[in-house]
């Protein structure tokens, strides 16, 4: 964390200084869980926003729901924070429900969403001010919240002034000091740093990672920003047409992927070198990236699937099988591809995937290479995102 | 489940704290539109400047094209009552803008989400709606007792003359929240309101006398709630001749306020329950 940050961040000390714990233990069954849901189900006429959602969200954890445009996480938010109501299934935030309990699930949540929706004309301090009143919290309580929070999310010059005078990241910040002001147990934020600069959007993962080691907040956010959500979350769930997909850890998640991935890039005899490759115990597959012919000093990109990452499993259809037979179906696919278009002195881009730790395997793998004919211009060594990850489970197709 | 959601739409609160929320909200939503009201002196203006121009050159203009009514009254005052009681629909006309400017930026999420009922939030608005309404009708009486000699500043007549303003008007706030629960854009709704206003003013008797009109307009002014509205307030504030009856008129105009406030909580509601909250 910025150095700089640390002593504002010794204002949330004082802010949340009271003690979250208890908080959630006053819902009427109360489970382990801030945030559980069983079914959730919502559909918009045809559109099935969400479909049979099960979560679950420990107390204290950050939550990243992470998919693509129009995968329902959204909807989830809104049905959480009792914005809008289910079709079928439960929902249980801070142990209430929020069809039963509507107005308990709202004390407990504090609540930013996707689009800016701060009135234009009012300015920051009146703005948090009636937010407060909504809350029903004691004027002095409000005054005192109002200048703490103001100082940490930085907006102390601009308070006075109408919020249509702000930039698009005061007024981000403005809206996390509103779902701030109310201290809740339970934060949901959608998209949070959507159109910040990158300052601005290290500072407040820095705020809530604050946030989060003084009291016991529980955090739920979405983001399209998936190396802040590998950083970040303590679990991510990717969900796809209404329907969770996959969720764990993003370690866990990239971990199932397989380890890591060796780019050769050389040239000589493919064909024996493949047949050397399948013949290795310690290669669980690999997959002709792209060849560059070159034919006359000029250079023509190759016919095959894209160069960039471990990308085997790529749609949806795909998406079931295990990496390695996607694996070997693209070798056979960029095999009769390259077959055609392969002249000598072509330089081919293979992508490996191995079944031990890549350090070790990369002297083996180039001895192998030398031995078959096949001349090493490049390695490299790629570890697998949790970028890799929203790809395998949610194929690559365009949404909306 | 659709039926439970039905009675849940709006229903009275049942959790702990909700009568509490319930007042809190409406106060704090009164509070936010009237901060509004207030910073932005354009809105006042022009609020203020509309029936004080009628007042101005209508009245004095037609003073000398129009014959004594049976009202008594000379034509400046005829029309003063009729002004006041429009200036109360420009007002209720901007409370359903507010609701619906919140509903399109988005503001209305906040409320949704807060420890607050969904009808605190018709309320507000509803409240806020009136309140100007009520402020911009003093402003006319003011004006029309400093233009016009027969006009004298007594209290009893001005409160009873407010509290018909008051009534006539919040049958408007609560149709303006109808239009403005459901519409889809600001031009939707003004359109709406564009067809709504100029009849309301014109098939009445705030600008002519109902013996004057053809009797099909006649029995069209007789349907309209500025009728009743303006000849309780010319009885009211000049004592002159009915041309109804103070009784009729209360009696319409209380069945008018009832009326458009509940078309307005039907509207709101079913919008509330269309998004299943
Ligand atoms: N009020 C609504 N009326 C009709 N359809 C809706 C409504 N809200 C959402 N939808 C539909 O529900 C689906 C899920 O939308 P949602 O906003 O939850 O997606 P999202 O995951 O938040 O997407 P994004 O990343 O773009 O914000 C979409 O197909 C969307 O078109
Ligand atoms: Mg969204």
Not at chain 2, 80 to 108: D, W, Y
Not at chain 2, 135 to 152: E, F, M, N, P, Y
Not at chain 2, 160 to 177: N, P
Not at chain 2, 226 to 242: E, F, N
Request: hydrophobic share 45%; glycine share 10%.
């Amino acid at each position: 964390m910025p150095l700089f940050l640390e002593s504002r961040l010794i204002v949330l000390a004082t802010i949340f200084k009271q003690n979250r714990e208890g908080k959630l233990a006053q819902g009427q069954d109360a489970g382990v869980y801030a945030i559980e849901t069983s079914g959730l189900t919502k559909s918009f006429g045809k559109v099935k926003a969400v479909v049979g959602l099960d979560l679950k969200v420990e107390e204290g954890a950050l939550y990243a729901l992470l998919g693509p445009n129009g995968a329902g996480k959204t909807t989830t938010i809104n049905l959480l924070t009792t914005l809008i109501g289910p079709d079928k299934g439960m929902a249980k935030v801070a142990g209430y429900d929020v069809v039963k309990q509507p107005g308990m699930v709202r004390r407990s949540i504090g609540v930013t969403f996707q689009e800016v929706s701060l009135d234009r004309n009012l300015t920051g301090r009146s703005l948090l001010d009636i937010h407060g009143r909504l809350y029903q919290l004691p004027q002095k309580e409000i005054k005192k919240r109002i200048e703490q929070l103001v100082e940490l999310v930085e907006l102390q010059e601009v308070l006075d002034r109408p919020v249509k005078t702000y930039s698009g990241g005061m007024k981000r910040r403005l809206e996390l000091a509103r779902g701030l002001l109310t201290e809740p147990s339970i934060l949901f934020l959608d998209e949070p740093t959507v159109g910040l600069d990158p300052h601005n959007r290290e500072n407040i993962w820095a705020y809530l990672q604050e946030l989060r080691s003084r009291g016991n907040l529980t955090i739920m956010l979405t983001t399209h920003y998936l190396d802040e959500a590998e950083k970040l979350a303590d679990k991510v769930g990717i969900i796809d047409e209404g329907k969770l997909v996959v969720e764990g850890s993003p370690a866990s998640l990239i971990a199932s992927l397989g380890t890591d991935i060796i780019k050769l890039t050389g040239s000589g005899d493919l064909a024996r070198f493949k047949e050397a490759l399948r013949q290795q115990e310690w290669i669980a597959a690999f997959r002709v990236a792209s060849e560059r012919i070159k034919q006359d000093g000029s250079s023509i990109e190759g016919a095959s699937a894209p160069v960039s990452a471990p990308r085997g499993v790529e749609s949806p259809e795909t998406a079931g099988k295990s990496e390695e037979t996607a694996l070997s179906e693209a070798v056979e696919a960029t095999t009769t591809a390259s077959d055609m278009a392969v002249e000598p002195g072509g330089i081919t881009e293979i992508l490996i995937n191995l079944t031990s730790e890549a350090g070790r395997s990369v002297k083996p793998l180039v001895d192998l290479a030398e031995h078959n004919g096949f001349e090493v211009a490049d390695v490299s060594l790629q570890r697998p995102t949790l970028n890799e990850v929203f790809f395998k489970y949610t194929g690559r197709r365009l949404r909306d | 489940m659709a039926t439970v959601l039905k009675n849940r739409a709006i229903a009275a609160p049942k959790e702990p704290g909700e009568w509490n929320g319930l007042l809190a909200g409406i106060y704090t939503l009164w509070l936010k539109h009237m901060r509004k009201f207030r910073s932005s002196p354009v809105e006042v203006l022009f609020t203020l400047a509309t029936p004080v121009l009628w007042i101005l050159f209508f009245g004095i203009c037609m003073t000398g094209m129009v014959v004594p009514t049976q009202t008594g009254l000379g034509y400046q005052a005829f029309i003063t009552p009729g002004v006041m009681l429009l200036t109360g629909l420009t007002a209720s006309i901007l409370g359903g803008t507010t609701l619906l400017l919140e509903r399109v930026n988005g503001t209305l999420k906040e409320y949704l989400v807060a420890p607050i009922p969904r009808l605190a939030v018709l309320l507000g608005s509803m409240t806020s709606g009136l309140t100007k309404a009520v402020l911009q009708a003093i402003a006319v009486l003011v004006a029309g007792a400093v233009l016009d000699s027969t006009l004298q500043f007594r209290i009893l007549p001005f409160l009873a003359a407010l509290t018909i303003v008051g009534v006539y008007s919040l049958g408007f706030v609560g149709l303006a929240s109808a239009f403005a629960s459901q519409a889809k854009s600001m031009e939707s709704y003004h359109s709406l309101i564009m067809v709504m206003n100029l009849p309301v003013l014109f098939i009445s008797n705030a600008l002519y006398p109902l013996e004057k009109m053809p009797v099909t307009i006649r029995g069209l002014a007789m349907l309209n709630p500025t009728t009743y509205g303006v000849d309780a307030c010319r009885i009211l504030l000049y004592g002159s001749k009915p041309e109804i009856g103070l009784g009729i008129d209360l009696v319409v105009l209380a069945a008018f306020m009832v009326l458009g406030i509940y078309i307005g909580y039907r509207s709101f509601s079913s919008v509330m329950q269309k998004i299943g909250a």
